[in-house]
């Protein structure tokens, strides 16, 4: 190997451990300059745990890491690991909401006027901070603005200049495209190539399947905190990726089972009549039925969300007609929703969804607690029941005292739609149901949604994922600014087709 082609980044034999658990077991492989490497693994197969020991922000407890042929000390900071090349961009957003932009972007590394007194330079600071979010185009980003102001989408693209703006050797991205919309990805990939032709090395962390064929050269595989694969992304398919982190034969849902996709004879559960908010929400109109899985795509800003407050009371000032269950129905606050039968789980469980710091079956019970009172009195055995019912039938890995801000992704997913099922809903409204779990997870929850409508009920999946409205939904809307923009139903339900009828009028819109 020449001096050109020695690893820029080794790993040799790195194991951690916690009580209880070897959360990384004597892990070693190796990323070139210019090399793109995917870290692939479920939820809990030790990735998250490598990546911070690699940041300084976990310390190892055997074995060694090399940069550039030198060997990392045991112990180090995460303001150390910027000092020796490493850049992070992580899934939880780490922008501080008070500061900002430009803040956010040079945080501890402010360019001064003075040192004694430091002054900062804030003319350099927001020059600077433009410069670096132009190098993803992001040129409508006030550099000046507060940063809690921004949509995600833009907190997204702030995080990321941030690890930019670090000269790294090593740029570690964890989910960067989770609140991204397609142009926006586009152009982080285009930043990506660019890196690559500087020599910049990087792992690549995602569940989205064909981001990893798209932008990798390689995928290091763990399961259970070991590595069990690497494997050139040329020379495999999507499921022979999966059955790698997995362990299992992959198998694709069946949605058929359980339920008639063109009966006309199908009881409609939910009607909706020119809403609007008068604001984002333009006289929508729609329905779900009995058994069924109603999807609505559409990019980052196309306002589904919006929609689906609005339509939940928890956000103000609707206007036009609701029929639940063939009664009208006007949202006003969320647990009036609750009480009629109508759920909705956030697509920020972290924020809106759970109580991080309470545990699981506290969490579970959150949406019904009368089930498990007696007059004024909490009945802890009753809460035990339910916590070991919906641990049992949707595979939550923890104790009924577990933390839920201790769970892995995956798993705080499945506790938060076990809180809406708990709740007793005969439609719930899933947004982004699988942001940040891994595939097997995915399969999983897929599996609860499908399950859940097939039972008389039904559920509308919001999605910025083209294959998941493919995989789950039985009729797919397009929204765009607002509006309903076209429907999709059966066979037309592909993935081209989705595509194309989401880009297409955003075209014409914009």
């Known amino acids: 190997m020449t001096q050109r082609d020695a690893p820029v980044l080794e790993f040799k034999q790195i194991s951690k451990h916690y009580p209880g658990v070897k959360a990384v077991d004597r892990v070693s492989f190796s990323v070139g300059k210019g090399e793109v490497v995917a870290l692939m693994g479920i939820n809990g197969a030790g990735k998250s745990t490598l990546m911070k020991i690699l940041s300084g922000a976990e310390t190892r407890d055997e074995g060694e890491i090399r940069i550039d042929g030198k060997a990392l000390p045991v112990k180090y900071t995460p303001s150390e690991a910027r000092a020796y090349g490493i850049g992070m961009i992580y899934q939880e957003l780490s922008v501080l909401s008070e500061l900002t932009v430009a803040e956010n972007i040079y945080l501890t590394r402010e360019f001064l006027k003075f040192k004694f007194p430091p002054v900062i330079d804030y003319k350099k600071l927001h020059e600077e901070a433009r410069r670096q979010l132009s190098k993803l185009e992001a040129h409508h980003i006030d550099v000046k603005q507060k940063t809690g102001l921004l949509a995600l989408p833009e907190k997204q693209m702030v995080e990321i200049a941030k690890a930019l703006a670090v000269d790294c050797k ?65 020379h495999i398919t999507h499921d022979q990726l999966v059955e790698s982190m997995t362990g299992k034969v992959f198998k694709r849902l069946d949605k058929s089972a359980g339920t008639n996709r063109r009966s006309a004879d199908r009881k409609k559960l939910l009607e909706v009549r020119n809403a609007t908010d008068r604001k984002w929400i333009k006289n929508v109109s729609f329905e779900v039925y009995e058994n069924e899985v109603l999807g609505i795509g559409g990019l980052v800003g196309s306002k589904r969300t919006e929609l689906a407050r609005l339509i939940f009371g928890a956000d103000p000032g609707f206007s036009g007609d609701i029929l639940f269950q063939g009664k009208p129905f006007r949202p006003t606050v969320p647990h009036k929703s609750i009480r009629l039968g109508l759920g909705y789980l956030s697509e920020n469980r972290k924020e809106d969804g759970l109580n991080l710091g309470r545990p699981i079956q506290e969490n579970i019970i959150l949406t019904d607690m009368k089930s498990v009172s007696t007059g004024l009195a909490w009945n802890r055995k009753k809460t035990n029941q339910v916590f070991e019912k919906y641990a049992a039938q949707m595979g939550i890995k923890g104790k009924a005292d577990t933390i839920v801000g201790n769970l892995s992704g995956g798993n705080q997913q499945k506790v938060a739609i076990a809180k809406w099922l708990h709740a007793g809903c005969k439609l719930i409204i899933f947004d982004e149901p699988t942001r940040g779990v891994d595939v097997a997870a995915k399969a999983e929850i897929y599996k609860m949604i499908r399950d859940f409508a097939a039972n008389g009920s039904g559920a509308i999946v919001i999605s910025s994922e083209v294959e998941e409205l493919v995989e789950v939904c039985d009729r797919v809307l397009i929204m765009s600014k607002g509006e309903i923009a076209a429907e999709l139903q059966a066979d037309e339900i592909t993935h081209d087709n989705i595509l194309s009828r989401i880009t297409s009028r955003e075209r014409k819109v914009t």
């Open 170 to 234: 090593i740029l570690v991205m964890d989910e960067p495209t989770t609140s991204l919309t397609s142009e926006e990805t586009n152009r982080l990939f285009e930043v990506i190539r660019s890196l690559k032709k500087h020599g910049v090395a990087i792992i690549y962390i995602s569940h989205r399947m064909d981001e990893i064929f798209q932008i990798c050269d390689k995928a290091v595989v763990m399961r259970d905190g070991k590595l069990v694969d690497q494997l050139d992304v040329r």
